[in-house]
């Protein structure tokens, strides 16, 4: 079965510092990755997705997450991280044609002004 | 507006009570799906639906009932709620070949 696991449940750097965020992924085949985020008291967003090609993948606010096949990690990056991101992040995977996401339990950011 | 949306967005019952949560998509997506958000647990989906009259349990099934009549609507009923499902609930929709969830905004709801 496919699981997600997300290394950091907490994180707390000072503005400008540089963020990475692990998620490592359990599944053999073909994936789809996400990464979404959860602003306080908001809904889930879409942050970045990987279906295929360029293993290094650019999403909004200046965040780029990173497929490592031999790995099996999809790590998320910001070289430098403003007060708005604090929030949750959290890692999913599907396979292609699987018709679930799998999440991972999550990672709170938390950005000292 | 298109989207999806949920209701109501905060709800208090009492233990014993039926409760019913609503979840509308807009897009004409087929599949939806329901989460609920704890602390330490992260997501876990509770039931999904492939498309109408088509519902298939999740990783934690146990005491909610879902229906899908109609494509755009996808409810989510506690038969007898419980303390333990004191969560927030997110309903999510997936645009096939994008395979993209977009998320409502989530109903938190207390069970006393």
């Known amino acids: 079965a496919q699981s997600v696991s997300q290394h950091n449940h907490h994180v707390i750097l000072s503005e400008a510092a540089s963020l990475e965020l692990g998620c490592n992924y359990s599944?053999?085949?073909?994936?789809?990755l996400f990464w979404y985020v959860q602003y306080p008291g908001q809904h889930l967003q879409l942050l970045l997705k990987?279906?295929?090609?360029?293993?290094l993948v650019k999403g909004i606010k200046g965040f780029e997450a990173e497929f490592i096949k031999s790995k099996f990690s999809f790590n998320l990056r910001k070289p430098s991280v403003q007060w708005s991101d604090t929030a949750e992040y959290f890692c999913?995977?599907?396979?292609?044609?699987?018709?679930?996401?799998?999440f991972g339990k999550g990672t709170r950011l938390h950005i000292l002004p | 507006d298109a989207g999806i949306t949920q209701s109501p967005r905060y709800k208090i019952t009492e233990t014993g009570r039926q409760v019913t949560l609503m979840c509308h998509q807009t897009?004409?997506?087929?599949?939806m799906f329901w989460y609920r958000q704890d602390l330490g647990h992260g997501l876990r989906l509770i039931y999904y639906?492939?498309?109408?009259?088509?519902?298939d349990k999740g990783e934690v099934p146990d005491g909610y009932v879902v229906s899908r009549s109609k494509t755009e609507n996808f409810p989510l009923t506690l038969e007898s709620a419980t303390r333990s499902q004191t969560s927030v609930y997110f309903c999510?929709?997936?645009?096939?070949?994008?395979?993209?969830?977009?998320f409502g905004a989530g109903t938190r709801l207390s069970v006393l």
């Open positions: 999913a995977v599907n396979a292609p044609r699987d018709d679930k996401i799998i």
């Open positions: 599944y053999g085949g073909t994936v789809n």
């Open positions: 990987y279906f295929s090609g360029d293993p």
């Open positions: 897009w004409s997506h087929s599949y």
């Open positions: 639906s492939a498309a109408a009259d088509i519902t």
């Open positions: 999510a929709s997936l645009a096939t070949g994008a395979n993209i969830q977009y």
